[in-house]
């Protein structure tokens, strides 16, 4: 009887541990960005928080307030989960009044670095997608360049919710989304309180088992 008693608390706690890391992997990808306050020749952005459901890249592109176009900047590979004021380095200093596409990328080919919007292609997510934009997980942010200002960089932060209206990828994004993650946006913390909860729970029922 003991015995039985002992197995059913192991069972049930590993059952527990399955159920956090089902929670855990099933968070969709999710980015939110914000207008910017830069001092003059900076070239530096920073992306409030992301979500990578996979190994992936956030991708710069610049363009106008409803397309994007070229990459002008990209993190190195980063592994799948919560990020938050993340800073990327970009390849020409920032305009004044200009308009940024921050933009998840898949690794597309495993080589773990990032090639070009064909080989790493853009996320797509009906959930923390941009639906004005093809549901790629990318938004526009505006850069204001202070003349001769001080300081770190500023700015409001603008959830995905409530992004700008946007019209249709330019050439550079258009046909290259690959879809990844599913229909979750939910944050990691949630899952991790889970998973720690579940742990927990189930080393107490394994113990009064064994008592």
Known sequence: MRSLRRAGALAGA??????????????????????????????????????????????????????????????????????????????????????????????????????????????????????????VVAFPMQVTVQQGGGGAPTGTATPTSTAPQVGTPGPAGAGNAGLIGGDGGGASLLGIAFLVAAAVGGALVARRALA
């Open 14 to 135: 590993a059952l527990a541990l399955s159920f956090g890391a089902v929670a855990l992997a099933q968070q969709g990808p999710s980015l939110t960005v914000s207008d910017a306050t830069v001092d003059q020749g900076s070239d530096t952005i920073t992306i409030p928080s992301f979500t990578l459901a996979e190994p992936g890249y956030v991708v710069v592109h610049e363009g106008t307030a409803s397309e994007f176009g070229a990459v002008i900047g990209h993190t190195d590979l980063m592994d799948a989960g919560s990020y938050s004021d993340q800073e990327i380095t970009l390849d020409r200093e920032l305009e004044d009044g200009e308009y940024l596409w921050p933009m998840l990328h898949t690794e597309g080919n495993n080589n773990q670095q990032y090639d070009s919007v064909q080989e790493d292609p853009p996320v797509t997510d009906t959930a923390g997608g941009n639906a004005n934009a093809n549901n």
